[in-house]
């Protein structure tokens, strides 16, 4: 059975201070590892990483991806409040039936204290 | 707002009620997901529609459970006889291709008593 384990499940950090979540992965048929930031509702995509070692930037926010050893980081530095959050991780895979499907983690919880 | 609408935003109903959930994705987007979000935990998938097509179905989801989506547009979700573990929030996602393209809906917040 396909899984996606994040880690921490929760954290609080100071305003300013830099995070880094996790992500690990256990599926059949690996095509891609999302990121998404759920604030209210709707989760809202960061990033979708394909390829081993290459950083994928936006702003303060930063995500790299190891094949070989089935994870991935997700780095925010000089964190704000608008960051709290939860942050899911998503893996794309291909089920039994042939169609692209995305496998949640829990998520990490982020609380940014001002 | 990411062009997907969801109606209604709450539900609250008594255990055993049917009750039916209602998802526009965007227009030109042909791929619809259902998930499912308890507390804590991260979406879980139900269902998936290309265009009209059901094309799979989660082996979670107890037959109390359709999903419809006429003439590939909007789709709805229907849970028939509700139970209290049924709570949850109903998550509607689009995409006309890759998952970079995804966009979630506001989702439909179920509360069983």
């Known amino acids: 059975e396909d899984k996606v384990v994040q880690s921490p499940l929760s954290l609080v950090v100071h305003e300013g201070d830099t995070v880094t979540l996790n992500c690990s992965y256990e599926v059949t048929n690996f095509r891609s590892l999302l990121w998404y930031k759920q604030e209210k509702k709707a989760p809202t995509f960061l990033f979708m990483l394909t390829s081993s070692g290459i950083e994928k930037k936006s702003g303060r926010l930063s995500s790299i991806l190891d094949k070989k050893e089935l994870f991935s980081i997700l780095n925010i530095t000089a964190t704000q409040t608008g960051d709290s959050a939860v942050y899911l991780c998503?893996?794309?895979?291909?089920?039994?039936?042939?169609?692209?499907?995305?496998?949640f983690g829990t998520g990490t919880r982020l609380t940014i204290i001002p | 707002d990411t062009g997907v609408s969801q109606d209604p935003r709450h539900k609250i109903t008594k255990r055993g009620q049917n009750v039916t959930f209602r998802c526009d994705p965007i227009s030109e987007h042909n791929r619809l997901y259902w998930y499912r979000q308890t507390l804590g935990q991260g979406p879980e998938f139900l269902t998936y529609?290309?265009?009209?097509?059901?094309?799979?179905k989660s082996r979670l989801l107890s037959d109390r459970f359709s999903a419809e989506r006429p003439k590939g547009s909007f789709s709805t979700l229907e849970i028939q006889r509700t139970e209290q573990g049924d709570s949850a929030m109903y998550l509607c996602?689009?995409?006309?291709?890759?998952?970079?393209?995804?966009?979630f809906g506001s989702g439909t917040q179920l509360s069983v008593l």
């Open positions: 998503a893996v794309e895979d291909v089920s039994n039936f042939g169609n692209e499907k995305l496998t």
């Open positions: 529609f290309q265009n009209e097509a059901q094309l799979e």
């Open positions: 996602a689009s995409t006309a291709g890759m998952f970079e393209k995804l966009f």
